[in-house]
Structure formats: C-alpha cells, structure tokens
C-alpha cells in the first residue's frame, strides 16, 4: 500500500499568514494527489485535485504544487474560515489519506 | 447542488451487522462511481470501498474485504454498505462520497456527505 505521510500534524497561524504543508508519498504518484479541509459537522470539501487543479468555488489562495513523491498544499492569506484540519489523498493507486494537519488560530 | 445524505448508524455489538445508507440527489447518479470513506472520531481517514456506475466493479480495502458489501440502486439515487461481522475497530464516521469526473472510477471526491456514527460496543 501506498502510504501518505503529512507534515505538520498540526500549526499554529495568524490571519493573513501564509501556511505551507507538505504530503510525501511512499513511492511515486505522479501527480495523483488531492487535498480536502474538514470541519467538524461540516461535510469534507475538496480543494485541489491532479496536484494543482483548483476545484470550482474554491479561493484562489489555495494552491497545490509537487510531483513524484513530494506535494505541497499552501494557503495564502489565511482567513478565519480556513483554519481547519486539511487532509491529502493519492489516487494512484487505490485511495490512501495523509494523517491530517490541524490549521488552529 | 449535490447532495448525500448517510444514515443507518448506531450502536452495534460486536458480530452483528448493520446497512448504511446513502442518499444523492442533484447530479445524475448513475454516471458516477461512489464511495465510502470513514473516520475515526479524532483520527484519520480510511478508504472503504467504491462501486462503479453499474455495479459492474466494486473494490474493498482489506480491512473490510469479505465483511462489507458496497451496493447501489440507481433507480432510487442510493448507495449501501452492508456491513457484516463488524468489530470494534470499525467504530467509525462513515461517508459517502462522489467522484470528481464521471469517466472515473477512482480519483478525488468533489462531494461528501456529513457522515453517519457506528459505533461498534459490547
């Protein structure tokens, strides 16, 4: 299996910060990567899919880049409403999540 | 606006089964591959199991393989997990998900559904 290792578990930001995490895959997955942000009571919603690929509705202040092994989620001018605990996920091969990182204020 | 709703969660003992259920409404159902994903409260996300537009493919985790059983019925617009033999470590939210591209069986989710609880208890 593939596994998927996020990094950090958890920060601390301020509003208008700019927030950088990282997903390493286990083996390369090209560009099979996808990052999610969870609230709690809130259903999952996606960010970026295929790495960099902005999802309809979402700010552009999300950005992903990265390939092969080593991805990048990042956060520009964090605003009140994204601290929340983002999660990446590979496609490559079957569907394996990072551990989450908690975005906390 | 996509909607999925799960329900059929609860408090299950060990051994026993349990259906969860999951509602869509506002795309076309049947061109797309479905999901289920869970969550253990406070802890990560694991995939469970995926069912192609026709139910011609269904695909399971190996923690799961041979005691759930993901199915769909499009003419009512739902998704279904049995789940047989459950253990204490299925304890779990359990969601359904959409797959992004309808060409697509596997990939990102651009829809989830808020999740139901099973908690697996003696």
């Known amino acids: 299996d593939i596994q998927m290792t996020q990094s950090p578990s958890s920060l601390s930001a301020s509003v208008g910060d700019t927030v950088t995490i990282t997903c390493r895959a286990s083996q390369t997955i090209d560009n099979f990567l996808n990052w999610y942000q969870f609230k709690p009571g809130k259903a999952p919603k996606l960010l970026i899919y295929s790495t960099s690929n902005l999802q309809t509705g979402v700010p552009s202040r999300f950005s992903g880049s990265g390939s092969g092994t080593h991805f990048t989620l990042t956060i520009s001018s964090l605003q009140p409403e994204d601290f929340a605990t983002y999660y990446c996920q590979q496609s490559y091969h079957l569907l394996t999540f990072g551990g989450g990182t908690k975005v906390e204020i | 606006e996509v909607q999925l709703v799960e329900s059929g969660g609860g408090l299950v003992q060990p051994g026993r089964s349990l259906r969860l259920s999951c509602a869509a409404a506002?795309?076309?159902?049947?061109?797309?591959?479905m999901h289920w994903v869970r969550q253990v409260p406070g802890k990560g996300l694991e995939w469970v199991a995926g069912i192609s537009w026709g139910s011609a493919v269904a695909t399971y985790a190996d923690s799961v393989k041979g005691r759930f059983t993901i199915s769909r019925d499009n003419a009512k617009n739902s998704l279904y997990l049995q789940m047989d033999s459950l253990r204490l470590e299925d304890t779990a939210f359990y969601h359904c998900?959409?797959?992004?591209?309808?060409?697509?069986?596997?990939?990102?989710?651009?829809?989830w559904g808020q999740g139901t609880l099973v908690t697996v208890s003696s």
């Open positions: 998900a959409k797959v992004l591209h309808s060409e697509t069986y596997w990939g990102s989710f651009d829809s």
């Open positions: 506002g795309f076309t159902f049947d061109d797309f591959a």
